[in-house]
């Protein structure tokens, strides 16, 4: 028990002290289809039990552009899904207005529910649009922070999968890391930071620098991931901003960071990926 509510056996771990979300009040509802799983602190999340379910990927994201840009008061997700990069950004800016922007109506369904379930319904602003369509971000809205954890395989390029919402996070159905770069561009505000997860292998590295320079972003901060200790890293932190926002001198800099490891050789979890999951709220 907590201050009279209820509390799910399954609260253990390190979570920020603060307010438990209004759905845990009482045991919540959870389809057989579904699952709810703890994301960030408190924070829990509706996910289809056999669908797209929330990544590493969505993690590293969230983590790195809160990390990046953490007095945000605006922040923008772009193609959202079921709104995981979302409410790890809501539960580390707890003042910040969450606008989210998402194809699937599946996704969008579960994003709401989530929402609900944590109390988050009046800061976040979830929308049903495919963000690449000019209606769906009005031309005036303006974020200090714009995150995106796009998929990153041309249709056609490997096995799709059966399920709808999972082709749609893997493959590049509705949009590719340069559109993600051109809305962001768009949308950001003097100074701000848009923080994206893209591979560095196999020519994936030179696309992501295409597209940042296709939009008139510089990358400010590159932060290399190896999933393995040992291994060669597999995907990039990226940290971007607007090229005009910056002083000549600097457009061209990038500042690359340490690799990060997930997992050591042993295959136990990193000491320093336990510490981002400690920064999100989540037991290491």
């Not at 703890?38 to 590493?56: E, K, P």
């Not at 209606?135 to 096995?159: K, M, N, T, W």
Request: negative net charge.
């Amino acid at each position: 028990m907590c201050d009279g509510t209820y509390v799910s056996e399954s609260f253990r771990g390190w979570v920020r002290p603060g307010p438990v979300p209004p759905g845990a009040s009482r045991p919540p509802q959870v389809p057989p289809e579904e699952t709810l799983d703890y994301i960030s602190g408190h924070f829990r999340l509706f996910q289809l039990r056999d669908g797209h379910r929330f990544s590493t990927d969505d993690v590293l994201t969230a983590w790195y552009g809160t990390t990046w840009c953490p007095r945000a008061s605006m922040v923008l997700d772009l193609g959202s899904g079921i709104g995981s990069v979302a409410t790890i950004a809501a539960w580390r800016l707890p003042g910040a207005r969450i606008v989210t922007v998402e194809a699937q109506d599946v996704s969008v369904a579960l994003a709401r529910k989530s929402a609900r379930f944590n109390g988050l319904e009046e800061r976040c602003d979830i929308r049903h649009a495919d963000f690449r369509d000019r209606d769906a971000i009005q031309a005036q809205e303006r974020f200090d922070l714009v995150l995106g954890s796009p998929p990153y395989f041309p249709i056609g390029s490997g096995i799709e999968g059966a399920h709808p919402q999972k082709i749609a996070c893997r493959f590049e159905a509705r949009g590719d890391i340069g559109d993600y770069c051109g809305v962001a561009a768009r949308h950001l505000a003097p100074g701000g930071f848009f923080a994206c997860v893209f591979p560095l292998p196999d020519g994936q590295h030179a696309r992501m620098l295409r597209a940042a320079a296709a939009a008139d972003l510089s990358i400010v901060r590159m932060r290399p991931v190896v999933f393995r200790e040992g291994n060669d890293p597999l995907v990039g932190l990226f940290g971007l901003t607007r090229s005009s926002d910056l002083p000549a001198g600097f457009q061209d800099c990038t500042f690359t960071e340490p690799p990060l490891t997930i997992r050591s050789t042993d295959g136990s979890v990193h000491p320093e990926y336990q510490a981002l999951k400690l920064a999100i709220g989540f037991p290491p």
